[in-house]
């Protein structure tokens, strides 16, 4: 039996392995560089070395610095975790000759996976689907016309040894001959400096996939054991965010068919050891092989939900040469997981925030239902040096629904401060319609940008005096629960210029003591100062859009915002005698005042428009809605109805 076990990673996956050898009596020995002097495994294992500087090329990539470990510790058995070398034939081959055992497949096996297009040939031969394209490296731009000629566009063209969602460029068009030169070259540079390889393949383009992995085991005697499939669409740059098991998609037919392909492909390679394959499924149901991951995963934890079991323990025993005390017929999936990766990272722009946890505290994990994988502390200083991810935030219950709710309330419950976090865009997808009823493809973020956060929508509304558009706006602010702005954006510009411009704070369309004042919008200074005013105005408009999801009230936001990427512009308007009568009946004024003050204010109104928006405003051909708001009922109903349509718009839950 395997005695002692270098850990040859940092961070969250360290723990996780200690927490299994400590179940199983093995002793292990960690690695850490400069930046990682501090982290929390060191005094769990029994023994611990510093392998370098912070820069993993001189650290957790230095093939040499981690055998002087083995050699040191008398470790035999090293567990690569994942990333860094955990798929790196020469790192195995080097820990082999240390007189140690590798934790994962033959070195042999590692080499031949390292390329894309070995795997595609062995899933072509044994006649599992794989994408459309080129099984074998293309030589040159014309093999890139051909294919697409062939297949269609869009193609992404491959690294051949590229992984974690880099050496990835998609082809949608072809601009010249001279750009796809370029981008075939500059791809190959890449290769070559970051996988020691140039060679390329090409893929056509599934439409509207969704990522399918299944995650496998298998032994030394041939035996191999598919532990069920995950969903891993949620995705940002070709890196999961989120993963779940099962998938919501996937039927129990389905299941049956990718285990056949899995089982056909690891038993061709004579692999043994734990992996994943990754497959992508198209919008008409079909199902194409993409590559293996010769190494466990991060989003392992949900398999181990669902089929109650624990891989690393098993990655173990495989290692020490035993057999799977399992067959496929013992795998039963129950309930469902799903798993968060929470980054360091801004959370609607994915930008890295190194930095440091000034306040932690995490979700109760008393009941078993969830699970927190992390090595982070309070005063932990996040690295630039290494992946942004800070811990695995896991959920297991009996449905899908249920651990989506528990989900939302685990992160809800998780106080992390000091730096960024994607935790509260991991709540807005778990909220969004969409995901909940499974409903998905790997371009979910781009498509539910605004839905969840990553960008703002802007609503702003011109109307006719009488209209009712202040009191609508305010009422569709409060059904979508975004911020309402109007005339106080005025006071503020004011203030910033030390002007005494004052506002009208009525939930009314107008307070009737202060009528005059909708007739100067900025005020009744001097031209020079109004046009001041606006200019505050307008920046404090466009400050408060980045801001969060609003709505505007007049001020020629609709001019300002005009170019914004997710504005959406509506006049509301009614007949004159139903605006003279809200005058009389709501706003309580006077009919020959009502008449005065509607015939004053629209003018002025048009004016303000006519000298800052150059007529924009009044200009219908600007609108995304004109609506009559005296055909809905009253200001709630003309809400809703514009409430509709805006959430259709930017597909809000």
């Not at 982290?39 to 029994?46: G, L, Q, S």
């Not at 995901?435 to 011109?462: D, P, R």
């Not at 030390?498 to 369309?509: K, R």
Request: proline content about 4%.
């Amino acid at each position: 039996m395997i005695k002692k076990i270098l850990i040859a990673n940092r961070g969250e996956i360290v723990n996780r392995i200690i927490h299994t050898c400590n179940k199983l009596n093995i002793e292990t020995v960690v690695v850490y560089s400069d930046a990682d002097k501090n982290a929390d495994y060191i005094n769990k294992a029994a023994e611990s070395y510093n392998i370098g500087p912070s820069a993993p090329v001189k650290s957790y990539l230095n093939i040499d610095a981690l055998v002087d470990v083995i050699k040191k510790s008398g470790a035999d058995a090293v567990h690569p975790g994942y990333g860094f070398l955990s798929e790196a034939a020469s790192f195995a081959n080097a820990v082999a000759a240390a007189g140690a055992k590798w934790i994962g497949p033959d070195p042999s096996i590692l080499e031949n996976i390292e390329s894309k297009c070995y795997c595609r040939i062995i899933a072509n031969k044994l006649g599992v689907p794989v994408t459309p394209g080129t099984i074998n490296p293309i030589s040159s731009v014309k093999e890139i016309y051909d294919t697409a000629q062939k297949v269609g566009l869009p193609i992404l063209l491959k690294l051949d040894k590229g992984g974690g969602g880099k050496g990835i460029e998609k082809i949608t068009y072809f601009e010249s001959e001279k750009v796809t030169q370029a981008i075939f070259e500059s791809m190959q540079r890449i290769g070559n400096m970051a996988f020691a390889s140039g060679d390329i393949y090409i893929e056509k383009a599934v439409l509207s996939p969704r990522h399918i992995e299944v995650q496998f085991i298998a032994d030394d005697y041939g035996n191999v054991v598919c532990l069920g499939e995950r969903e891993c669409s949620i995705q940002r740059r070709y890196q999961k965010i989120i993963e779940e098991s099962p998938s919501a998609v996937v039927t129990e037919e389905d299941r049956k068919k990718l285990y056949s392909y899995t089982q056909k492909i690891i038993k061709e390679m004579k692999y043994s050891g734990a992996g994943t394959i990754e497959y992508l499924r198209g919008a008409d149901g079909n199902y194409y092989f993409m590559e293996i991951n010769a190494r466990l995963q991060v989003e392992h934890p949900v398999s181990e939900y669902v089929v109650n079991m624990d891989l690393v323990e098993n990655q173990i025993r495989v290692a020490n040469g035993e057999k799977l005390p399992f067959k496929q017929k013992d795998v039963k999936l129950k309930g469902h997981s799903i798993e968060c990766r929470i980054y360091a990272e801004d959370p609607k722009t994915f930008k890295p925030s190194p930095g440091t946890i000034t306040t932690l505290s995490f979700p109760d994990t008393s009941d078993g239902t969830v699970r927190i994988e992390h090595a982070i502390h309070e005063g932990y200083k996040i690295s630039p040096f290494y992946d942004p991810m800070l811990c695995k935030l896991v959920v297991w219950e009996k449905d899908r629904n249920t651990c989506i709710a528990n989900m939302i309330k685990a992160l809800k419950d998780f106080k992390l401060e000091g730096v960024s976090t994607t935790i509260n865009t991991d709540i807005a997808i778990m909220r969004n319609k969409n995901f909940v009823s499974g409903n998905f493809t790997t371009a979910f973020l781009e498509n539910e940008k605004v839905n969840i956060g990553l960008e703002n929508y802007v609503i702003t509304i011109s109307r006719q005096f009488g209209s009712l558009g202040r009191p609508i706006a305010k009422k569709m602010a409060e059904l979508l629960g975004v911020e309402y702005y109007d005339r106080d954006i005025v006071e503020e510009a004011a203030k910033k210029m030390n002007l005494p411009v004052s506002t009208i704070d009525s939930g009314e369309e107008i307070d009737k003591n202060e009528y005059k004042k909708m007739k100067f919008p900025l005020g009744t200074s001097s031209e020079k100062i109004q046009e001041e005013i606006f200019e505050a105005q307008k920046k404090i408009i466009c400050d408060l859009a980045d801001k969060s999801s609003c709505i505007f009230v007049g001020r020629c936001s609709d001019y300002i915002l005009r170019n914004h990427s997710n504005h959406f512009s509506i006049f509301i308007y009614a007949p004159y005698e139903i605006r003279k009568e809200n005058c009389i009946n709501i706003l309580h004024i006077k009919p020959d005042e009502a008449d005065k003050l509607i015939k004053e204010v629209d003018e002025a109104r048009q004016l303000y428009s006519l000298s800052y928006a150059k007529s924009y405003s009044d200009n219908v051909l600007y609108k995304d809605i004109l609506i009559n708001s005296s055909l809905f009922g009253g200001v709630d109903e003309t809400a809703k109805v514009l409430v509709n349509m805006i959430r259709k718009k930017f597909n809000l839950a």
